[in-house]
């Protein structure tokens, strides 16, 4: 049975950070590539970062640039997405996603609220 569990989030004042980590199992963790989209409220799911499967190549949307950091253990199943100096605009919810050619895998995805 695939399971992508996502946790860490929380409310955050404006500059504050958060650690979201998502732990997956029922397939070959390493062999996917893993990704984290968020969705604010009335707004579609939306790309944020992207590791390889190796851990070799990073990818960010422009808006997180330098303030989100993606990273993964492979050895615990894990992808984390380390998020620094937020913003009231980064306030969704936030999902991992596993990827591998066809097969995805959706988390059921962790509330992140920035506001003072």
């Known amino acids: 049975q695939v399971q992508l569990v996502e946790s860490g989030g929380g409310l955050v004042h404006p500059g504050g950070s958060l650690r979201l980590s998502c732990v997956a199992s029922?397939?070959?963790?390493?062999?996917?590539?893993m990704r984290w989209y968020r969705q604010a409220p009335g707004k579609e799911r939306k790309f944020v970062a992207a590791?390889?499967?190796?851990?070799?190549?990073?990818n960010y949307i422009d808006s997180v640039k330098g303030r989100f950091t993606i990273s993964r253990d492979n050895a615990k199943n894990t992808v984390y997405l380390q998020m620094d100096s937020l913003k009231p605009e980064d306030t969704a919810v936030y999902y991992c996603?596993?990827?591998?050619?066809?097969?995805?895998?959706w988390g059921q995805g962790t509330q992140v609220t920035v506001s003072s």
């Open positions: 996603n596993a990827l591998s050619g066809r097969e995805t895998y």
């Open positions: 029922g397939f070959t963790f390493s062999s996917y590539a």
């Open positions: 590791i390889t499967s190796a851990g070799g190549i990073l």
